[in-house]
């Protein structure tokens, strides 16, 4: 149980373009999801925790006018990398978690390259 | 604000080796702590985790003691397995949150 799924698993595009990150909880509602960055050979870096049908909470330093995050179900969280750029290639892994369990599920992650 | 600090890999074993990987923390109060794995291709997966002080995690053959003394959260196996080559990561949350902090993650490789 507690499978999180990300789609897709890998992404190129142009710079200038945007591109959507899905992250799905596809056996239970999860009322919290978490974006993570991740850079080579570097810790996961928390981006966003979103929680459902309201907005998401940005990190400092994190520009949420780039990195759109919606959460508009209980099994469903968008990442938008808007206007992309060859420093926003990285790794970016999505969690979610549901109310009175203190533990994240992780989903494997998207690689993501601009070109 | 929090942090978590761990051993850089990359650690290189032999099969049937015992295995350490240091990680220490900072926090208000008395966080959680966790250690996760990633498996080469895969997402990280819960591997034990301790609530409190002396609290021991324990979890295919790996444990970890929560030591608030010397604020450590040390992941030991006493026999690794080409198997259980991956990334392992140490992480905390604030108590009664779920909020990760991670450390850097350290890389394991067993060889036969």
């Known amino acids: 149980g507690a499978v999180v799924s990300q789609h897709p698993s890998w992404v190129i595009c142009k710079s200038g373009t945007s591109v959507k990150i899905e992250c799905r909880s596809l056996?239970?509602?999860?009322?919290?999801m978490f974006w993570y960055r991740q850079f080579p050979k570097q810790s996961l870096m928390l981006m966003a925790t979103?929680?459902?049908?309201?907005?998401?909470?940005?990190e400092q330093g994190v520009e949420k006018d780039k990195f759109l995050i919606n959460h508009a179900s209980l099994t469903l969280s968008t990442l938008t990398v808007t206007s992309a750029h060859p420093e926003d290639s990285s790794f970016y892994i999505c969690?979610?978690?549901?109310?009175?369990?203190?533990?994240?599920?992780f989903g494997p992650g998207t690689r993501l390259t601009v070109t | 604000g929090d942090s978590v600090t761990q051993m850089e890999g990359p650690v290189t074993l032999s099969e049937e080796a015992f295995l350490t990987i240091n990680c220490t923390y900072t926090?208000?109060?008395?966080?959680?702590l966790f250690w996760y794995v990633q498996y080469p291709g895969e997402g990280l997966q819960l591997l034990l985790k301790?609530?409190?002080?002396?609290d021991k995690g324990s979890n295919k053959g790996f444990e970890a003691t929560y030591r608030k003394e010397t604020t450590s959260f040390h992941l030991e196996k006493g026999s690794v397995q080409v198997s259980d080559s991956a990334v392992y990561f140490c992480?905390?949350?604030?108590?009664?949150?779920?909020?990760?902090?991670f450390g850097t993650g350290t890389q394991l490789k067993v060889e036969l």
């Open positions: 969690s979610a978690s549901f109310p009175g369990i203190h533990e994240q599920y």
């Open positions: 056996d239970f509602q999860a009322t919290t």
């Open positions: 979103s929680n459902e049908g309201s907005k998401a909470t940005y």
């Open positions: 926090a208000t109060g008395y966080p959680s």
């Open positions: 301790a609530t409190k002080a002396d």
């Open positions: 992480a905390s949350s604030p108590k009664g949150g779920n909020k990760l902090t």
